[in-house]
């Protein structure tokens, strides 16, 4: 990545700050000495490359262009829609596989405990009882935790890491096989294990993978098997897939694709256009489709019913045919439910403050300790909140009496969960015939039972329960969310407010006495707005709630709930995804910059610091560039050398219009002077905060000269291409950042290919003689290039030369110095760049843009820095 060394380095050290202090700029940390605190943020300590959104047109490309023709187009078409066909069907089957284990593992586990119990609460052993709940748990969970072990990109809900591949990141490991297998495995075995997470945040991450493997016919895992499918070789076509599989996760999680496509939107791709968006929502119905057919006929032997859309099903809301003065909800509630919607921001805002402090605790104090230690944090988690169902279950439970209809109100849900299966039964643990324990109810229930209940039930739950379970609930999904295991949070944190939900409705129901109230509405609306204030999701999560639950008219009470609750949490805090995306230190782009930003220009963000290839360069030269870089691609240029002097003195004409390009024309050199000087005019005291008042620079001689020094030994670049002409230290600002006439890019796995495939010629050949690689050569070792300190340098000739011109990308998209960075922002995003030059008004590049000078951290610490050179 040309001239981003620094942007990758920068980001380690501070591109997660969210904004809540004043930040520094690298070079200010770095010339002054001084280093950044970091009692508020966790620093990355990984590097991150972008995708290559950009098709690049080169000769091998354009050969494809020339030979291809409408009926190849079509056939690659009729391909891609088979693929995501295909991507569908899988990520269908991927959820049947987990839903049917999990029904298995729990039916399993609550069938002994809860035949325990009832002997026991007679026989006076509920200990036995609850040792054997404790070593199903821990059996469970310390498989979930080992298989993380094996991959650790398995932990947690994968939803950050998706987002951040879909807004151009690539995060090591994140959509391999072995990822897969470790995921399913895992969450299998979390939400078995009886821990407050869910399956269907997974499932996103297991579509993703699905549709990023699957069209490739190779995995890294299965290195013999290996098929040749010369489709699909490119990041371009992988992030489409990637967006189909991310949907159709979210469609076979909630029976919802149309809200899969939104989420695939709304949540990350930074390139939309009319076709992914047909192909995104057809992956996303294959998927419902596909679940829903063998789910149906494998749960009701009614195959081709089509009867449960989604793993997680919200059943049918119906007022009971007796109650006349029942409705599903009434214009005076919708200022209730606003009301619901700032509480559930509050609440999510509470949950996510108190969440990101826990993983910055385990980032500090628990991943650097061995591996061990995060197995028996999990375990701990699990004892802890083993031991706290089973006593609030015993103890805190007040004995309800049971409605006449039974236990589930309305036939579809009765449909769909009958009485024999234990995951739906309320619970009578001590208490007489004809009434539940309603604590037990909630806590001892799978989780997606115990939102029925809350949705469907009849019969109330008492007050000072609903308050207690909240707590609990609350307090320990808080805790859990973060540990080495699979989890999700969607259900937890539909679960903890649908009881929020439903403890409003009983309160206006015996307290104000409002009797047209819809427990099950008020659940819902709950439910909507605690997971709208923890994931800050507004549009997908509008509509994977109305689909879940199959009735349009919740559509407005949701959507303004689920926007004030965005909006109140957002004054406080950013969503739980965004906030694990920062911690890890991505540097993901917002949709748009902040208005202000828009003072600042290309000049003010470029890196003038570039490390540059000739179109004809020597070999040692290119491996000694690829060996002391970390850069990912980088400009072809030529040197600009003109006699422009000799001009001036003839024609005064001419001599003016000389003068002004120079004047107007921005330059490496002249750039760095600018930054050179401001950088001596900052007081240390200025830069801690930029509202201080202007205080004149008391810095004595000898400090201004040593930053000098070191500002300069910060931007010396790296050796020239010709040992002969390495720099020298008496060398000025124009002789280390002379003009170079930018002629396109090349990326750096396209250089390591032509070393490894010997495309050179010698001193004494034209490069006319030099090998020509075509396409599909150059993408054979696509996604994993060889590395060039895995290439043995005694098979290559030093003094060869390779002409890189047949390969570079001789049309990149470039902008103007002068190009404002709004405009920067919108054409870097929306094209899905990974690197954009600066180039002049005579052509010469002047610095490069990347996507670390455009996140929100380094922006304001550029418009800071502006501030202070006004």
Not at 213 to 220: D, E, K, R, T, V
Not at 387 to 393: E, G, I, L, Q, R
Not at 587 to 603: G, I
Not at 702 to 731: A, F, G, I
Request: aromatic letters at 10%; proline letters at 5%; charged letters at 20%.
């Amino acid at each position: 990545m040309a001239g981003c060394r620094g942007s990758l380095c920068c980001c380690c050290r501070w591109c997660c700050c969210c904004g809540e202090r004043e930040t520094r700029t690298p070079e200010e940390l770095t010339i002054l000495g001084e280093t950044q605190e970091e009692e508020e943020e966790i620093l990355p300590r990984k590097d991150y490359e972008s995708l290559d959104y950009d098709r690049c047109i080169n000769d091998p490309y354009l050969e494809v262009l020339e030979t291809m023709d409408n009926k190849k187009g079509r056939r690659y078409e009729a391909v891609k829609w088979m693929m995501v066909f295909a991507i569908g069907i899988c990520t269908g089957l991927v959820g049947l596989f987990v839903d049917f284990f999990v029904r298995l593992f729990t039916q399993l586990k609550f069938g002994v405990v809860q035949t325990s119990v009832e002997e026991c609460s007679q026989k006076g052993c509920l200990a036995l009882s609850l040792l054997e709940l404790l070593g199903f748990n821990l059996t469970f969970v310390f498989l979930a935790s080992i298989l993380v072990l094996i991959e650790p990109v398995a932990a947690g809900s994968g939803i950050p890491e998706i987002k951040c591949y879909l807004n151009g990141v690539k995060v090591p490991g994140i959509v391999r096989l072995r990822t897969l297998l470790c995921k399913v495995f895992g969450v299998l075995f979390s939400v078995a294990g009886g821990l407050f997470v869910g399956k269907e945040g997974p499932m996103i991450h297991s579509g993703a993978v699905v549709g990023a493997g699957l069209p490739q016919f190779q995995s890294i895992s299965l290195r013999k098997i290996q098929f040749n499918f010369p489709y699909f070789r490119s990041d371009r076509d992988k992030r489409d897939f990637v967006s189909a599989g991310a949907a159709a996760g979210v469609a076979a999680a909630f029976g919802a694709p149309i809200g899969g496509t939104l989420f695939s939107l709304e949540e990350g791709s930074s390139f939309w256009n009319q076709g992914l968006t047909w192909k995104v929502l057809f992956c996303s119905m294959s998927a419902t489709f596909t679940l829903n057919f063998f789910r149906s006929g494998i749960q009701f032997g009614s195959w081709g019913s089509f009867q449960l859309p989604g793993l997680l099903n919200f059943g049918e809301f119906k007022c009971s045919d007796s109650d006349k003065k029942c409705h599903l909800w009434t214009a005076m509630d919708l200022g209730f439910f606003v009301v619901m919607g700032v509480i559930g921001g509050l609440l999510g805002a509470t949950f996510n403050c108190l969440n990101k402090r826990l993983a910055k605790y385990r980032m500090r104090n628990v991943h650097p300790k061995p591996k061990l230690v995060r197995v028996l944090e999990s375990l701990l988690v699990s004892v802890v909140t083993t031991v706290v169902v089973f006593m609030a279950s015993m103890v805190l439970g007040e004995c309800r009496q049971m409605s006449a209809s039974g236990q589930i109100s309305n036939d579809s849900s009765q449909l769909q969960v009958t009485s024999e299966d234990v995951n739906s039964s309320t619970k009578t643990f001590f208490c007489p015939n004809e009434t539940y324990n309603d604590m037990a109810t909630l806590f001892f229930n799978p989780q997606e039972s115990a939102i029925l209940q809350l949705f469907h039930q009849d019969s109330t739950f008492s007050p000072v329960t609903l308050a207690l379970f909240f707590a609990l609930y609350f307090l320990l999904a808080c805790w859990t969310y973060g540990i080495s295991v699979p989890s999700g949070l969607f259900v937890p944190s539909l679960l903890c407010g649908a009881a929020f939900g439903r403890l409003v409705a009983n309160v206006l129901k015996s307290y104000i006495g409002l009797g047209h109230i819809y427990s099950g509405t008020f659940a819902l609306i709950g439910a909507a707005a605690f997971l709208g204030g923890v994931v800050r999701m507004t549009i997908s999560l509008t509509v994977i709630l109305i689909e879940s639950t199959n009735e349009i008219t919740y559509g407005l009470p949701i959507m303004i709930t689920l926007m004030v609750a965005k909006w109140t949490g957002d004054f406080f805090n950013k969503g739980i995804y965004d906030i694990h995306v920062g911690l890890r230190g991505v540097p993901l782009l917002e949709w748009e910059t902040e208005a202000e930003m828009d003072k600042l220009r290309a000049s003010d963000i470029m890196e003038p610091n570039l490390t540059y290839v000739y179109p004809h360069t020597r070999i040692q030269s290119l491996v000694s560039i690829l060996r002391t870089t970390v850069h990912h691609a980088f400009p072809v240029v030529t040197e600009n050398r003109g006699n422009e002097k000799e001009f001036m003195k003839g024609n005064q004409l001419i001599s003016n219009n000389i003068k002004f390009k120079k004047s107007s024309i921005l330059t490496r050199a002249g750039e760095q002077r600018r930054r050179s000087q401001s950088m001596k005019s900052y007081p240390s005291s200025e830069l801690r905060n930029v509202c201080d008042e202007h205080l004149p620079s008391e810095e004595p001689a000898e400090k201004e000269d040593l930053l000098q020094q070191m500002l300069e030994r910060r931007y010396t670049p790296y050796p020239n291409l010709y040992p002969d002409q390495s720099p020298s230290e008496d060398w000025t600002m124009e002789e280390r950042f002379r003009p170079l006439t930018f002629h396109g890019l090349i990326l750096r796995s396209q250089l390591v290919t032509l070393l490894v495939r010997g495309v050179c010629y010698s001193e004494s050949q034209s490069s006319a003689s030099q090998p020509r690689l075509s396409y599909a050569e150059m993408a054979e070792d696509y996604p994993r290039y060889p590395d060039i300190h895995d290439l043995d340098l005694t098979l290559l000739n030093p003094r060869m030369i390779v002409d890189v011109t047949p390969y570079m990308n001789p049309a990149p998209f470039t902008v103007s110095p002068n190009t404002h960075v709004s405009q920067v922002f919108n054409l870097f995003r929306t094209m899905g760049l990974r690197h954009l030059p600066v180039v002049n008004a005579v052509g010469e590049i002047v610095g490069i843009i990347t996507r670390h000078n455009l996140t929100y951290e380094f922006l304001q610490a550029r418009l800071r820095q502006h501030y202070q050179t006004i």
